[in-house]
């Protein structure tokens, strides 16, 4: 229809320009001519172009069929009235209409301009001056009648294209499916008697657009791009698409839309389309449905029986160290045997280091699970750093390490929960000892940058390879060399980290060249999270990344080496 539209906007300039120079010339003046010919010249293409820019006809149509019913009866009026043969061309107005638009309604449009036409002459014949009327102006009706010549050629091939193919029918008893015979403008020409059996409904209900309004919504931009792809050349495409379907009875309600697979192929002009019943994808989609529910439960059943057993650890454990230190400080008599107190040093010291991982799987499994209650606090974060110095000096002085704090004034105060981020330095601090030799330095500082307060733990370690990047932060995942492999542990002091710094909405980045140390820097708010404190933080699993930019702690990393 669009394409119709735009060519008689492009064709009829040229008719109405020479009826103005033979009857408005002579009676108005050439000035008047010229300006008539341009207005009609520039406001057809402008509304060609128009349609042909927004896809919008109906609006356009509208008007142009108006300002065609007032031009043509000017130049009635202008030629003698209803006397002259230019009043055959109000003929003109519903046949192109009909031409354009393809329907009743559009030729309705038309008779409506028609009458417009006839009518009008005889109120302009008072306004302008006419003359008697003349057996040549019937050349005008004449030259529109000649133009139908190609355009009924056009019409003859589109009207005789519907008895031309018999394929279908023999395609019904082969295949289980609709087969659909498609025009390049997409609408249905034919649909075979399948659709009774799979869509129930009758094949005519298809023809036009009734396919594409019967399309879900969600599917309509696969499909159009599938018939794009077929006009540009495309011999075969395939779409998935859910169709509407009658409702069989009322418990149908909202389940009527159907999963279907239409196949596109190409058949000279047009295109042959099957379109088959896709229940089987549907299973496969509900099957792995199923499975990512079992997996999540799989993984809150890990959870909860990670938190179970951490309990029922930690209880046995407080014993044991409490009964260790009695013993070692002697108070119900000391030893006979020196190597006494170094055994039952060593139970007390095995005791703690087990409650401090049994402490950190419980940590972990309750961030994960979003059961961590954080509670929020102002406190001055120099008193947090000075109380994680005062603990990790003595293990910095056994390995003759340089532990400096540089808090700048501008640090103040945050609102976060003062034992989270205590336990953030703790960790990190811990690490940074652990993994730097023998009279290396760590270094804690802190200064504030806008409404964020930015602090770090830095050391003279070992380093990290950028490969070994992205197990940082993942549950019982450590960094294995032929250093680290003297330590122990459990992986799990930067995977607590990474979730206590997701639950104050901040960010983590780690700058690491192997041999020359590492500097992990935490990003917090100082007014505090926005959201609730106690939101689930998902950790990652143990899985490499597919490339380097995924690299991550589950909040913004940025890597150095």
Same mark, same amino acid.
């Not at 302009?124 to 008697?132: H, K, R, Y």
């Not at 500082?445 to 307060?453: E, Q, T, V």
């Given at each position: 229809?669009?394409?119709?539209?735009?060519?008689?906007? @492009?064709?009829?300039?040229?008719?109405?320009?020479?009826?103005?120079?033979?009857?408005?010339?002579?009676?108005?003046? !050439?000035?008047?001519?010229?300006?008539?010919?341009?207005?009609?010249?520039?406001?057809?293409?402008?509304?060609?172009?128009?349609?042909?820019?927004?896809?919008?006809?109906?609006?356009?149509?509208?008007?142009?069929?108006?300002?065609?019913?007032?031009?043509?009866?000017?130049?009635?009026? *202008?030629?003698?009235?209803?006397?002259?043969?230019?009043?055959?061309? !109000? &003929?003109?107005?519903?046949?192109?209409?009909?031409?354009?638009?393809?329907?009743?309604?559009?030729?309705?449009?038309?008779?409506?301009?028609?009458?417009?036409?006839?009518?009008?002459?005889?109120?302009?014949?008072?306004?302008?001056?006419?003359?008697?009327?003349?057996?040549?102006?019937?050349?005008?009706?004449?030259?529109?009648?000649? =133009?139908?010549?190609?355009?009924?050629?056009?019409?003859?091939?589109?009207?005789?294209?519907?008895?031309?193919?018999?394929?279908? *029918?023999?395609?019904?008893?082969?295949?289980?499916?609709?087969?659909?015979?498609?025009?390049?403008?997409?609408?249905?020409?034919?649909?075979?008697?399948?659709?009774?059996?799979?869509?129930?409904?009758?094949?005519?209900?298809?023809?036009?657009?009734?396919?594409?309004?019967?399309?879900?919504?969600?599917?309509?931009?696969?499909?159009?791009?599938?018939?794009?792809?077929?006009?540009?050349?495309?011999?075969?495409?395939?779409?998935?698409?859910?169709?509407? &379907?009658?409702?069989?009875?009322?418990?149908?309600?909202? +389940?009527?839309?159907?999963?279907?697979?239409?196949?596109?192929?190409?058949?000279?002009?047009?295109?042959?389309?099957?379109?088959?019943?896709?229940?089987?994808?549907?299973?496969?989609?509900?099957?792995?449905?199923?499975?990512?529910? =079992?997996?999540?439960?799989?993984?809150?059943?890990?959870?909860?029986?990670?938190? !179970?057993?951490?309990?029922?650890?930690?209880?046995?454990?407080?014993?044991?160290?409490?009964?260790?230190?009695?013993? @070692?400080?002697?108070?119900?008599?000391?030893?006979?045997?020196?190597?006494?107190?170094?055994?039952?040093?060593?139970?007390?010291?095995?005791?703690?280091?087990?409650?401090?991982?049994?402490?950190?799987?419980?940590?972990?499994?309750?961030?994960?699970?979003?059961?961590?209650?954080?509670?929020?606090?102002?406190?001055?974060?120099?008193?947090?750093?000075?109380?994680?110095?005062?603990?990790?000096?003595?293990?910095?002085?056994?390995?003759?390490?340089?532990?400096?704090?540089?808090?700048?004034?501008?640090?103040?105060?945050?609102?976060?929960?003062?034992?989270?981020?205590?336990?953030?330095?703790?960790?990190?601090?811990?690490?940074?000892?652990?993994?730097?030799?023998?009279?290396?330095?760590?270094?804690?500082?802190?200064?504030?940058?806008?409404?964020?307060?930015?602090?770090?733990? =830095?050391?003279? +370690?070992? +380093?990290?390879?950028?490969?070994?990047?992205?197990?940082?932060?993942?549950?019982?995942?450590?960094?294995?060399?032929?250093?680290?492999?003297?330590?122990?542990?459990?992986?799990?002091?930067?995977?607590?980290?990474?979730?206590?710094?997701?639950?104050?909405?901040?960010?983590?980045?780690?700058?690491?060249?192997?041999?020359?140390?590492?500097?992990?820097?935490?990003?917090?708010?100082?007014?505090?999270?926005?959201?609730?404190?106690?939101?689930?933080?998902?950790?990652?699993?143990?899985?490499?990344?597919?490339?380097?930019?995924?690299?991550?702690?589950?909040?913004?990393?940025?890597?150095?080496?």
């Amino acid at each position: 229809m669009q394409r119709r539209f735009i060519g008689l906007m @492009l064709a009829v300039p040229f008719l109405a320009a020479s009826m103005a120079v033979v009857l408005v010339t002579a009676r108005l003046g !050439a000035g008047v001519t010229v300006a008539t010919i341009f207005a009609v010249f520039g406001l057809s293409w402008f509304m060609a172009l128009l349609v042909a820019a927004t896809g919008r006809l109906m609006p356009t149509a509208c008007v142009a069929l108006g300002a065609a019913s007032l031009g043509l009866a000017g130049f009635i009026a *202008a030629a003698g009235g209803l006397a002259s043969p230019l009043l055959v061309l !109000a &003929l003109a107005l519903p046949a192109e209409a009909l031409f354009v638009g393809g329907t009743r309604r559009a030729a309705g449009f038309g008779f409506v301009g028609a009458i417009a036409a006839i009518i009008l002459p005889s109120v302009l014949t008072s306004l302008l001056p006419v003359e008697a009327p003349a057996a040549w102006h019937w050349l005008f009706p004449v030259a529109w009648g000649l =133009s139908w010549l190609p355009r009924m050629r056009g019409l003859k091939m589109s009207l005789g294209a519907s008895d031309t193919v018999q394929e279908p *029918a023999q395609l019904e008893d082969v295949i289980d499916a609709v087969v659909l015979r498609i025009g390049r403008n997409g609408e249905v020409l034919d649909a075979s008697s399948q659709s009774r059996t799979l869509l129930k409904l009758a094949p005519e209900l298809l023809s036009g657009t009734g396919l594409f309004d019967r399309v879900h919504l969600a599917d309509r931009v696969a499909y159009l791009s599938a018939l794009a792809d077929m006009r540009e050349g495309a011999t075969l495409r395939r779409v998935e698409l859910r169709m509407r &379907l009658p409702r069989i009875d009322a418990a149908g309600a909202g +389940g009527n839309h159907r999963p279907f697979a239409l196949e596109l192929m190409r058949a000279g002009e047009e295109i042959v389309a099957l379109l088959r019943a896709n229940d089987e994808t549907v299973d496969l989609k509900d099957a792995l449905a199923t499975a990512r529910e =079992s997996a999540a439960g799989a993984d809150v059943a890990k959870g909860r029986f990670l938190a !179970a057993v951490s309990h029922e650890l930690r209880t046995p454990l407080n014993a044991i160290i409490g009964f260790s230190d009695m013993l @070692l400080n002697e108070i119900f008599g000391g030893f006979k045997d020196p190597r006494q107190k170094e055994y039952v040093e060593l139970v007390r010291d095995s005791g703690q280091h087990l409650l401090a991982v049994v402490t950190s799987i419980l940590d972990v499994s309750r961030i994960e699970s979003g059961a961590y209650s954080a509670q929020p606090e102002p406190f001055r974060f120099a008193e947090a750093v000075e109380m994680c110095q005062s603990m990790m000096r003595i293990q910095a002085e056994t390995k003759h390490i340089k532990l400096t704090t540089q808090v700048q004034a501008d640090a103040g105060e945050i609102n976060a929960d003062r034992r989270a981020v205590q336990q953030i330095l703790i960790n990190l601090t811990s690490n940074a000892i652990k993994f730097t030799p023998d009279g290396g330095a760590v270094s804690i500082g802190a200064r504030r940058i806008g409404s964020r307060l930015h602090f770090w733990v =830095s050391d003279t +370690g070992i +380093g990290i390879a950028e490969a070994d990047l992205c197990n940082l932060g993942k549950p019982f995942m450590q960094i294995q060399n032929d250093y680290t492999r003297r330590f122990e542990g459990t992986g799990l002091g930067l995977s607590l980290v990474k979730g206590l710094v997701g639950l104050h909405d901040g960010t983590m980045s780690v700058e690491s060249a192997l041999g020359e140390g590492t500097k992990v820097t935490i990003s917090l708010p100082v007014d505090g999270p926005k959201g609730s404190a106690s939101k689930p933080t998902v950790l990652p699993i143990a899985h490499p990344p597919k490339t380097e930019k995924e690299v991550g702690l589950g909040s913004p990393l940025r890597k150095t080496a």
